[in-house]
Structures are given as structure tokens and as C-alpha cells.
């Protein structure tokens, strides 16, 4: 029976992310309050159903009660969230919130498919399962970063606060650099015994918000070679870590950040003829991006070794999966390496189909799409350049990590947003989303004060209008006087 | 900004598709995939069959439970079919995902659900003929070699044949003989795809059509006066078994196979040209097909010195092609100049008849002209009337072709070669033969070829 009901909802998850693939794409182009606010409770509700379907599934293919004392508390987690973000924040974004549920869902549903269900009947031996672990991380880090939004309304000095964190930043990288723990022969973290950190996930936010305040006003030739100089450091720093997949993020989001900065698309060819001469010099120094490299040409010469067999095994769960996927359990994900962290989308194709996959894709770019929108609406600078930064910085990942599982480009090792299992990952984009979130209630705010402004400005001038003329006529004309005097100031 | 992640984000997207729907089927048959392993337990394995429906492969289950994979035809299939055990083989892995997987109807899948039956694995349809097979494999004898005949207009593979043969059935209990250290054996080698052989007079096909392409108003004003010996400065080419031919035209020169004309007429030939007309036909490449392929070699360019190209434009030195190759060589003179891309699988069905895949005829490279292709269908009628291969020919139907006697050693000892098709004014199959230590094409390879004809012609 499980077989046939995991077939059936196989389609059910499919459908479900098409019509929410379908809605964020379309969202953007909706104007009227009530129009929004119904497509978003549509999507909401897409989501938890299609949550629901996929613990259901899971259910009925290990028969283990834990799993459903695990979705509840997961559905739990996504009302409160919802409720204590709405009610706190009712001028958030409420792309950001189904956007962020739609991509944890996803990803919890992945992680349980790929962890031992067994583990979750025991309490103590479900702290070990990387699907809890993953659950009690975005607890965390949803509380920690609740009050992000907050403290951005209230900023006042951001220039200080921007120098501080970016020197920090740096900071923590160059000591990473010094101290770290080495994982495929780069240093990426610390390694705190019971959690480690990877410091480079944080410090590339504040390298974004460094960058930003560095060229917020000023972009002459002199002040354009200082930012490049300090994002110079920044990735001098991270190859001489080995991290060269952080180096290449920072490097390409920096340019997306200059070039809308200047408008100057001389420094964005510039900046790409350098990064070319760089990677190639990159392909010469370090043995193990030639074997990257090598294993991307050919993968299947090299299928026993040590780069072709991730990508190769990748190659199969993505293959076998095909159009539609095999559906949740009847695949075999867990024989690729690294599965939960980089080849997590090579899991999802395999057994949600590749259809789900391209859905999956067209949410991420929605959600790009979006900030990018976003940033052109901001009046500020600063913020605005951030709101870019950061887009740049989420698209760049996404392409990475689904480009190198279906060997477009060359594996990096980056992991998919929200998605992948991660502490640190998953704290640094509740961080991005939640300095987004305050950008937008910023600018929503800014809009309602205008708003309210106007029309104090419009009673005010009916007032006057009326106060001339005492008649019921003459109020009229003072209307219109009223009328013409706001377009004006507009 | 927005609109060049929009662009990246579509060419992601893009590739992502194309893998799937192009590239994945190919990907999941590597017997690394350890997913098919897995759906063996679950699917008991599709037959395999000809396009008339006769059972090439398929499984019987034992009281035991256990599966057994029979092959009916026994060696005849051998290397096309393949074995499915110890790695597997031929069309047998090749489709090996698609035989493991079961498409039998919603209902049926139900109740194999509910009841933990094993589902029916799809069946494999191929294209080829169990008749015409047999009729090839009987004819090829004891001989080692290599027979394969296809459709001109479609590339549909009717007949593939390749001996040393083994017995499928068999597999098991044969197979440390087989790959064993020190073993010689090659009959597991598919030599219709795999076996290099060279070319021999076969190619003075492309050696004539190039003449007549660089000469289009005079060639039929070459003569050439043989006397059985053609001598380039040091060296001499000789006509086959001390032949001594007389006077020379480029048709009789086709007819008769002789290699002083041959020699003479490719002094002037653009070199260049020349490879560019047989890389078309497929040398110096690999054909993408289901099977492995050996890649055939034509080295010749601008700078080859001129006695390896005098060499080669007579099918020897450094030419090397395989039988199917050669096949199309033949093809694409009975298909008005256009190449058909060879294929084995017709189709896919679902144990419920309903069909899950349908290969269509491609074409696969434009050689010559409609015009070329005639007067070389003329040229080689010639041969089987007038020449060479006179026991190839047959007074029910009329057969163009061209036979070859290939030396592979520095002995005189010589390969039999034919390539041909038939009927001549409207190709229904072209057949390529070849045949290890045969000696004369025309006596020995020629009469394979009538007899796999016949059994496609004459019903
Ligand atoms: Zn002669």
C-alpha cells in the first residue's frame, strides 16, 4: 500500500509546488491590498499542505510515531512564527515569511527522508537526528533573529555600525585563517565540540554591509579602489583558507554591488577579465580545484576516484529520478555523499521529480526578483545596496550549489539556503532575511508617513478653504483648491 | 541587474532539462548506478523480442522463485542481444533500465502493491528480424567475422551477426574460460561495431566519387592502361591476385577492382577533400549508438606524404572502419546521398502494451547528392553485372555493390569484404560482410551478402 500512496502523493507535492512556483512569480505583479493578501493565505496554505503530504508520506513508509510528534511540532513552529511575526511586525513582508516556511519545509522533509527515522522514537537518540537538530537550529535562530527588523527601525548611527561589523568580520575570517579546522582541505570552522562555526557564513552579511556603507555615497575612482582594496582582503583571506567557493561568492557579489553603485558596467568587465585571470591562476595553484575541474569535464572516467564519484553518483539520483522523481523512500539518495549538505537538490530531483526541481529553482529566483524589486524602491542607499548584496549573494549560491549537482559548472561545495542541514547556514539567512525584512518595514513605514503627511496636508488645506468661505458651494471649490495644492507638493 | 540572474537562472534551468530528457537515459544504465540493482528485486526483468514479437530474451521464474534469463535463439543474437549476468552486455545493458522498469497499468500496479507480486519489466522491442538474422548467421558459417544489414531509408538495424559466437545461455558457466588470464577468446566482441577492420577495394567507392567530383566534366575520359603493377618511386602497388587489367575506365576500373587505376587516379585528388567526404560517412569518429563502438580512422590530410594516401584510397595502410561503418558507406548511396543514424531499439512497451518510448529515423549526415548517389548506383550495378561481384548478383532482384580483398598482414593473406543493396532502383536493404581470412570478396563475401538478401527480398 505505501508504494501506491507514495506515488499518489508524489503527484499531490508536485502540484502543490507548481501552483506556489507559480503564485510567487505572479505576486510580484499584483497591486491592490486584497488581491495580495488573498494570494498570500493562498500560498501559506500551499505550503502546509504540501508539508502535511510529505510527513504523511514519510509516515506511512517507516510507520515510526515519531515522525508525527515531529511534524506537529514543526507545524507548530510555522503558526507561531507566522502569528508572532505578523503581530509584531504587521508591516512585513509576507514573501519572505511563505517564502521561508515553503524552503524549511522542503528542507525538513528531505532531511527526516534522509536521516534514520528509527532515532526519532527515543528522545535522547532524536537530538542526534540531523532533521531534529536541523528543526532546533531554526527554532534558534528564528528567535534570535525576531528582533533583527527591530533594531534596524531604531539605527540611528550606521555608518559606525557597519564599520564595526565589517572589521569584525574581517577579523573573524583572518582568525579562522589562523586557528580553523580543516574540512576537505579548506579551513572553514571552529570547532567548539558540541557545535562547530563556520565563520565565513556570517562575515559574508557584513562584508555586503561594509561594502554598501563604503560606497553608499561616494563612488569616485579613489573611493571605488579603497571598497575594492577592503573586498580584496576579504578573498585574499578566504583562498589563502582554501575556501575558494566563499572567495568566488564574495567576489561575485561585490561586483553585483559596485556595478549598481557606479552604474560603471567598465568595472563590471573589469572585475570579470580579473576574476577570470584569477581562476585560472587559482586552476594551476591549488591541486584541488584541477581535480574539481577534471572531475566536471569528465566525471565518469573518473567514477571510482576521489572527485568523479559524488558527481557521478549525483548524475544517477538525478537521472534515475527523471521528469516526475520516484517518490519519497523509493529512491536512493543517501548513496551520494554529502548528501544533506551540497547534493541535497540531487536528493530532492531524485525522489520529488525534476519537474518539483525547476519549481524549487523558479521559487529561488522569485524570491532574487523580489529583493532586487525591493532595492529600486528604496530611497536610501545604504540600504538599498544591501538589499542588492544580498540578493546577489543568495542567487550566486543557489546557482552554485543546483549548477554544480547537475555539472553545469564546476562542484564548489555551497549549500542550498534553508534548505541544507547547516547550523551555520541556516542562522546566516534568517540573519539576511531578517536585515531584509527590517529594510522593507523601514521603507513601508517611510511610504505610510508620506501617506499620512498628504493627507494631514490635504485636511489641512480643506480646512483653510473652508474657513474663507462659510457656504456649502464655495466648500466645494475649496476642495478642488485642496486637490490641486497636493499634486503640487507631490 | 534582476534580468541577468533572470538570463543565468534560465540557462540553469535549461541544462537541468536538457540532462533529464536527453542525457539521463544513457547516464542511469552505468552499471555504477546501484539503483538498478535495487529495482531488480522489485520487477522481474522485460523480454526482449524481434519486430515481429519473437522472444529474443526473456524470463522464466522458477519454482524456486528465482528468475532465469533464457535466450531462445541461443547464439544466433549472441553479441546484439547480449547477457544480461556478469555485468551485462549488448541491447541487454544497454536497456537495462528500461527492462527493470514496469509500466503495467495503474490497476495492475495495485494489486502487485497490495499482493508484494513482482511487477512485469517493459519489453524491449528491437528492430531487427529474426529471419534475416538467421539466414546470416547460417550463411557466415564457421567463418569469424562480421555481418550486419540495415534500412536505408530508416537506419533500422534488420540483421547484426558476429563470430566467434558464444551461447548466451551459457554465460555462467563459460565465463572463466572467457575473460580467464591468459584467455584469447574475443567471441564476446561485438565485431559489427567493435571489429577495425581495413576497408580493402570496398572504399574505392569514396576514391570514385571524389575522382568524379574533381573531375565533373572529363572522368569519363580517364584512361588507364594496367599491367598489373602501379609504381610510385620505390614502391609498387599491385593488383589483386596478379591480375593484369588491361584498359581503364573509371566505371570498369569500379568494376574490376583495379588498384593501379585506383593509385593513379588519387595522385591528384585534394586530400583534404577526400577526409572531409569520410569523415561524413563516419570515419575518425565514433557513432553514438546503444552499443560500444570502435572509432574507424581515415588519417589523411593536406600533409601526408602521397604514397600512405595511395595506400589508403585503396582501402589499405592506415584506413581502418568497422563493418557498420562500412554498411553505411553503402547506405548512403541507396538512400539518395543521406545517411540514416543506425538504430536497434524500435520501442519500449509497458506490460499493458502501451508504448513508453518510440525512436524515430534520424538522419544522421548528407554524404552527396541525389545525382552523385544515382550514378554511383549505376557504378556499382556495374560491378555486380559486369565485374567482381557477379556471384553476389541474383536474376530476381538487381543488387549494386562492391566487393574488397583486404590485406592485414604482410603476408598475402586477405579479409573478404562486401558491401550492397538491393533492389538497386529501390533500396530495401543494404548489407555490409566481412570475413576474417576469407581471401576473395568476391568468391566468399559476395554470396553471404545473396543469401542475407534473399531472405529480406524473397518471402
Ligand atoms: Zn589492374
Redesign the pocket.
Given at each position: 500500500m505505501a508504494t501506491i500512496f507514495t506515488v499518489v502523493t508524489k503527484y499531490i507535492m508536485l502540484f502543490l509546488m507548481a501552483l506556489y512556483a507559480w503564485d510567487s512569480l505572479t505576486v510580484i505583479h499584483l497591486k491592490t491590498q486584497s488581491q495580495l493578501s488573498w494570494k498570500y493565505h493562498k500560498m501559506l496554505a500551499l505550503t502546509l499542505m504540501f508539508h502535511l503530504t510529505a510527513y504523511a508520506t514519510i509516515f506511512i513508509n517507516t510507520k515510526n510515531t515519531g515522525v508525527l510528534v515531529f511534524y506537529g511540532l514543526q507545524l507548530l513552529f510555522f503558526v507561531l512564527y507566522h502569528v508572532v511575526y505578523r503581530r509584531l511586525y504587521p508591516r512585513s513582508s509576507r514573501l519572505f515569511l511563505n517564502h521561508t516556511t515553503m524552503l524549511l519545509a522542503v528542507g525538513f522533509a528531505v532531511l527526516t527522508r534522509l536521516s534514520d527515522a528509527d532515532q526519532l522514537l527515543d528522545i535522547t537518540t532524536a537530538l542526534g537526528n540531523r532533521a531534529v537538530k536541523q528543526f532546533v537550529l531554526v527554532c534558534g535562530a528564528a528567535a534570535v533573529t525576531l528582533f533583527v527588523p527591530k533594531f534596524i527601525e531604531k539605527l540611528r548611527i550606521k555608518k559606525r555600525t557597519a564599520e564595526i561589523l565589517g572589521v569584525g568580520g574581517l577579523l573573524m575570517l583572518v582568525l579562522v585563517a589562523l586557528l580553523g579546522k580543516t574540512t576537505y582541505g579548506a579551513n572553514l570552522s571552529f570547532d567548539f565540540k558540541v557545535f562547530t562555526l563556520q565563520p565565513s557564513e556570517f562575515v559574508k552579511l557584513t562584508f555586503v554591509i561594509l561594502t554598501a556603507m563604503l560606497l553608499q555615497v561616494k563612488t569616485d575612482f579613489k573611493r571605488v579602489c579603497f571598497a575594492t582594496a577592503v573586498a580584496g582582503s576579504h578573498v585574499i583571506i578566504l583562498v589563502v583558507s582554501n575556501d575558494l567557493g566563499s572567495a568566488l561568492i564574495y567576489f561575485l557579489t561585490y561586483l553585483v554591488i559596485l556595478y549598481v553603485a557606479t552604474h560603471q558596467p567598465l568595472y563590471l568587465f573589469a572585475g570579470l577579465g580579473c576574476g577570470s585571470a584569477a581562476a585560472v591562476a587559482a586552476y594551476f595553484l591549488f591541486s584541488h580545484v584541477r581535480v574539481r575541474v577534471a572531475a566536471w569535464q569528465d566525471p565518469w572516467s573518473l567514477i571510482d576516484k576521489d572527485g568523479g564519484y559524488q558527481i557521478t553518483q549525483g548524475l544517477f539520483a538525478i537521472g534515475s529520478g527523471g521528469w516526475l522523481g520516484s517518490g519519497l523512500y523509493q529512491g536512493m539518495p543517501t548513496k551520494i555523499p554529502v548528501v544533506s549538505k551540497d547534493y541535497i537538490f540531487a536528493a530532492i530531483s531524485e525522489e520529488f521529480g525534476g519537474l518539483f526541481g525547476v519549481c524549487l529553482i523558479l521559487v529561488c529566483l522569485s524570491l532574487i526578483l523580489y529583493i532586487f524589486r525591493m532595492a529600486t524602491k528604496v530611497g536610501e542607499s545604504f540600504y538599498k545596496l544591501i538589499a542588492v548584496g544580498f540578493a546577489a549573494l543568495y542567487g550566486i549560491q543557489v546557482l552554485l550549489t543546483v549548477g554544480g549537482v547537475t555539472k553545469w559548472i564546476p562542484l564548489t561545495g555551497v549549500t542550498l539556503p534553508f534548505v541544507s542541514y547547516g547550523g551555520s547556514s541556516i542562522l546566516s539567512t534568517f540573519l539576511m532575511i531578517a536585515v531584509l525584512q527590517g529594510i522593507y518595514i523601514l521603507k513601508r513605514n517611510e511610504d505610510e508617513e508620506i501617506e499620512r503627511k498628504r493627507k494631514e496636508r490635504k485636511l489641512r488645506g480643506n480646512r483653510a478653504a473652508a474657513g474663507t468661505a462659510g457656504s456649502g458651494r464655495s466648500r466645494k471649490t475649496g476642495e478642488k483648491a485642496g486637490q490641486k495644492e497636493t499634486k503640487q507638493r507631490n | 541587474m534582476a534580468v541577468t540572474f533572470g538570463l543565468i537562472f534560465a540557462g540553469l534551468m535549461c541544462y537541468y532539462g536538457y540532462f533529464l530528457s536527453v542525457q539521463a537515459d544513457q547516464v542511469i544504465n552505468n552499471p555504477y548506478n546501484t539503483r538498478i540493482a535495487a529495482m531488480a528485486g522489485k520487477v522481474i526483468r522485460g523480454d526482449i523480442t524481434d519486430k515481429n514479437g519473437n522472444l529474443l530474451a526473456t524470463s522464466q521464474v522458477q519454482e524456486d522463485d528465482s528468475v532465469l534469463r533464457v535466450y531462445p535463439y541461443g547464439r544466433t543474437f549472441a553479441q546484439a542481444v547480449g547477457y544480461h549476468s556478469k555485468g551485462g552486455s549488448g541491447i541487454e545493458a544497454a536497456m537495462n533500465f528500461e527492462l527493470l522498469s514496469s509500466h503495467s497499468g495503474i490497476l495492475k500496479g495495485l494489486v502487485n502493491d497490495v499482493t508484494h507480486q513482482k511487477g512485469q519489466g517493459d519489453t524491449v522491442v528491437t528492430t531487427l528480424d529474426a529471419r534475416i538474422q538467421q539466414a546470416a548467421y547460417d550463411a557466415l558459417g564457421d567463418y569469424s567475422g562480421a555481418v550486419v544489414a540495415m534500412e536505408p531509408g530508416t537506419g533500422k538495424i534488420l540483421a547484426m551477426v558476429s563470430k566467434p559466437d558464444y551461447d548466451p545461455n551459457q554465460i555462467n558457466e563459460i565465463w572463466d574460460r572467457l575473460v580467464g588470464e591468459g584467455s584469447t577468446e574475443t567471441c564476446l566482441l561485438n565485431r559489427v561495431t567493435q571489429g577495425l577492420y581495413p576497408p580493402g577495394s570496398t572504399f574505392k567507392i569514396l576514391t570514385a566519387l571524389e575522382y568524379i567530383r574533381e573531375h565533373p566534366d572529363d572522368w569519363e575520359d580517364y584512361t588507364y592502361e594496367?599491367d598489373?603493377a602501379f609504381e610510385y618511386g620505390d614502391y609498387t602497388i599491385r593488383?589483386s591476385e596478379n591480375?593484369?587489367?588491361g584498359h581503364?575506365t573509371v566505371r570498369s576500373a569500379l568494376a574490376?577492382s583495379?588498384?593501379?587505376?585506383f593509385a593513379n587516379m588519387a595522385e591528384s585528388l585534394d586530400k583534404d577533400a577526400m577526409r572531409s567526404l569520410c569523415d561524413a560517412v563516419g570515419y575518425n569518429s565514433r557513432l553514438d549508438m546503444a552499443l560500444p563502438q570502435s572509432a574507424t580512422s581515415f588519417p589523411i590530410d593536406q600533409n601526408t606524404d602521397t604514397w600512405q594516401m595511395l595506400q589508403s584510397v585503396i582501402g589499405q595502410g592506415k584506413t581502418q572502419t568497422t563493418p557498420l561503418v562500412n554498411a553505411l558507406m553503402a547506405a548512403s548511396v541507396a538512400n539518395g546521398g543521406t545517411i540514416m543514424k543506425p538504430y536497434l531499439i524500435d520501442r519500449v512497451e509497458g506490460a499493458n502494451g502501451k508504448i513508453q518510448e518510440k525512436n524515430m529515423p534520424q538522419s544522421l549526415s548528407k554524404v552527396m547528392t541525389p545525382e552523385e548517389a544515382e550514378l554511383m548506383t549505376e557504378l556499382m550495378v556495374g560491378v555486380i553485372n559486369e565485374g567482381t561481384g557477379s556471384v553476389g548478383g541474383s536474376d530476381q532482384y538487381q543488387v549494386a555493390g562492391k566487393t574488397g580483398s583486404a590485406q592485414y598482414d604482410s603476408s598475402e593473406n586477405t579479409h573478404a569484404l562486401f558491401v550492397g543493396f538491393a533492389p538497386a532502383d529501390n533500396p530495401k536493404i543494404v548489407v555490409s560482410v566481412i570475413v576474417e581470412q576469407g581471401g576473395s570478396g568476391g568468391r566468399v563475401a559476395a554470396p553471404i551478402a545473396k543469401a542475407v538478401m534473399d531472405a529480406a527480398l524473397l518471402q
Open positions: - | 594496367c598489373g593488383c591480375a593484369v587489367h581503364m574490376k583495379c588498384n593501379g587505376a
